[in-house]
């Protein structure tokens, strides 16, 4: 079992929808979560973090939280064409660990 | 401008050679790393180093030795290179890596093609 893992997609979704994206991950030590977005071609850059239960909100981007059933979901919300990208779930195990693992990424694809 | 930046951006030579990459961060973290991210887009970490320290030391070959001459800066070298050693290197670097709010800032990348 991929300590991370993400559907690879690609994931379609229309303009202005909500697209939803998910990530699972293995190691129940997990403490924080990350999202982060990635153009072709580009390097990866920071959408949002989050290490507690629930909801977290950031614009148009939600992050949710589950350590129980071991899953973190991103949704963006009134989706627009630039965010069409590779998105790259992100987890830190435990206090002391530097260590960012992350999962093989959603591709994205918002059709106007 | 505040940033990690790597060079070269783009490195293609051939088997056997030897080559490395550089990179420095002026952002003021004490943690630095190098990924290698496959053509499935896979983001794999290979070394992390804290203050010049060698923290994380993932399975990679030992052809491959990274050095940090500063906390500021971590290098790689890459002895006799092989056609799986192309892939996309980012170097990143991360304030107080061991806390659980600190995401990696990416440099931009080196793209290796070994021929």
């Known amino acids: 079992q991929k300590e991370v893992e993400q559907n690879s997609g690609p994931l379609s979704v229309p303009e202005g929808a909500i697209a939803s994206l998910n990530c699972t991950y293995s190691?129940?030590?997990?403490?924080?979560f990350f999202w982060y977005r990635q153009y072709s071609g580009k390097s990866p850059e920071l959408i949002m973090f989050i290490y507690s239960n629930g909801d977290k909100e950031d614009g148009r981007f939600t992050a949710q939280l589950n350590k129980a059933s071991q899953y973190v979901s991103l949704l963006i919300r009134d989706s627009q064409p630039s965010d069409s990208a590779t998105y790259l779930c992100?987890?830190?195990?435990?206090?002391?660990?530097?260590?960012?693992?992350f999962g093989t990424g959603t591709r994205l694809t918002i059709i106007p | 401008d505040t940033a990690v930046s790597q060079t070269p951006k783009y490195l293609v030579t051939q088997m056997g050679n030897d080559k490395s990459i550089k990179c420095e961060q002026n952002l003021g973290h004490d943690t630095m790393y190098w990924y290698k991210q496959d053509s499935k887009k896979f983001l794999k970490i290979m070394f992390s180093?804290?203050?010049?320290?060698?923290?994380i030391n993932e399975t990679v070959p030992n052809r491959f030795s990274p050095k940090s001459p500063d906390k500021a800066h971590l290098n790689l070298h890459i002895n006799s290179l092989e056609l799986g050693d192309s892939a996309v290197y980012f170097c990143?670097?991360?304030?107080?890596?061991?806390?659980?709010?600190?995401?990696?800032?990416f440099g931009n990348g080196t793209r290796l093609t070994v021929t």
């Open positions: 190691d129940r030590g997990s403490q924080s």
């Open positions: 990143a670097s991360s304030q107080e890596g061991r806390r659980r709010d600190s995401p990696l800032h």
């Open positions: 992100a987890v830190k195990s435990n206090f002391g660990n530097e260590k960012l693992t």
């Open positions: 180093y804290n203050n010049k320290e060698l923290i």
